[in-house]
């Protein structure tokens, strides 16, 4: 799979739109990006994936670019609950047995 | 609606003494299971994985183990824990039948080896 890049912190302030960065420079033709969080003592959750068109879901937005080296993962309007780990994961093909593997992911801050 | 559960939720053992750490899934059959290790502070390292009933690929040479006896359990043991196994142990599950295959991890067991 390949290597993915993500800032290590980023702080937003609450109600305003967290933009959360990942560069994929080294991405294939079949293989998807997939969003993970975490918050503090809990496992995973599963955000949002996609291949080369945008997605969005009721929990998030997936923008990823034209020549798909990149994509941001975008929050809307940002809680406090929002305050987690976020990991941007790059594999192939959602159907069968590749596991996720995981990088340090972006911490982010949501701030009243 | 399918459902994941571990356990025991937080345990504490001496070194040198057993564990074993339990999953199941309710819900789904023949899905991927999967055994993650978080240490303090650290990121999420993946442990064992399993595409069927019997079938376990380790991804980490140590004193740990997994077991698939049934198809939805998934089972952690280690015959003699050491301190470095401290950590935050999460099983998880995907959904081979679906397109995405997401992945949908328990709530975690946090062990303590003293």
């Known amino acids: 799979d390949a290597k993915t890049t993500q800032p290590p912190s980023m702080d937003c302030a609450e109600g305003r739109a967290a933009n959360l960065p990942c560069n994929h420079s080294?991405?294939?033709?079949?293989?998807?990006v997939y969003w993970y969080r975490q918050i503090h003592s809990q496992g995973p959750q599963y955000i949002i994936h996609g291949l080369k068109n945008n997605e969005t879901n009721e929990m998030a937005s997936l923008i990823i670019t034209e020549d798909r080296k990149s994509s941001t993962l975008i929050l809307p309007h940002a809680t406090l609950r929002d305050t987690a780990v976020y990991y941007c994961?790059?594999?192939?093909?959602?159907?069968?047995?590749?596991?996720?593997?995981f990088g340090k992911g972006t911490r982010l801050s949501v701030i009243a | 609606s399918q459902t994941i559960h571990q356990w025991p939720a937080t345990l504490v053992q001496p070194v040198g003494s057993p564990l074993s750490l339990e999953c199941t899934v309710e819900?789904?059959?023949?899905?991927?299971l999967y055994w993650y290790r978080q240490a303090a502070g650290r990121g999420l390292q993946l442990l064992f994985y399993s595409v069927g009933i019997g079938q376990i690929s380790s991804e980490v040479p140590q004193n740990l183990s997994a077991s698939r006896p049934q198809d939805r359990q998934f089972i952690l043991s280690s015959k003699k824990l050491l301190l470095s196994d401290s950590g935050f142990y999460l099983c998880?599950?995907?959904?081979?039948?679906?397109?995405?295959?997401?992945?949908?991890f328990g709530a975690g067991s946090r062990l303590t080896v003293l």
């Open positions: 080294t991405i294939s033709g079949n293989e998807y």
């Open positions: 994961i790059v594999r192939v093909a959602p159907q069968g047995n590749t596991p996720l593997v």
């Open positions: 819900g789904t059959s023949n899905p991927n």
């Open positions: 998880a599950w995907g959904d081979t039948g679906s397109g995405a295959n997401v992945l949908t």
